[in-house]
């Protein structure tokens, strides 16, 4: 029997409409009233893979953590490729949180993409495993036909192929 094949497709997370997302952030953030002087800040770190924010206090990083979901929103990104770690103290009497963005796709878009793989009539099998679909295939060409017909679907999200396993 012949070694299985697979990959991974996962949604992938704009950067750039992060970083605007961002920008728009703090602006807003930098403009309220009730939140002017309260010193608090919202940056990338780690190669682009977190956000970290600062303030005052809890209360104010959750109003801007508000806003920055909003902002988010409106870019597009969805709330589900945000995983939250605690509010922890940091330097001078103020506090952070680091939010990571996490590589996922909804359930809908997998759906899609289970149906078009179906479709296809090409010898592999997909499974919706979490916030990823799994493709597993005896034919490594048959992997590579599916990414070229999932590249060239409109999903409705930007498609990211990882885990490639060839044996």
Do not use: C, H, W
């Not at 977190?50 to 929103?73: F, G, H, R």
């Not at 909804?106 to 078009?116: G, P, R, T, W, Y």
């Not at 296809?120 to 679909?133: C, F």
């Amino acid at each position: 029997m012949a070694a299985e094949n697979s990959f991974d497709v996962v949604s992938k997370v704009e950067i750039q409409e992060v970083k605007n997302a961002i920008e728009q952030a703090t602006k807003e953030v930098n403009a309220r009233f009730d939140l002017k002087n309260s010193k608090s800040t919202i940056t990338l770190e780690g190669g682009d893979e977190n956000i970290l924010l600062a303030s005052q206090d809890e209360y104010t990083i959750k109003a801007v953590t508000e806003i920055l979901q909003q902002k988010m929103v409106k870019r597009g990104i969805s709330l589900k490729n945000l995983e939250y770690e605690k509010i922890e103290p940091a330097a001078n009497s103020s506090v952070r949180q680091k939010v990571k963005l996490k590589q996922g796709i909804q359930s809908d878009a997998a759906k899609k993409i289970v149906a078009a793989i179906k479709d296809s009539k090409l010898k592999a099998q997909a499974s919706i495993q979490g916030e990823t679909v799994r493709v597993v295939s005896k034919d490594r060409d048959v992997l590579q036909q599916i990414i070229t017909l999932l590249k060239g679907k409109d999903i409705g999200v930007e498609l990211q192929f990882t885990n490639y396993r060839s044996n």
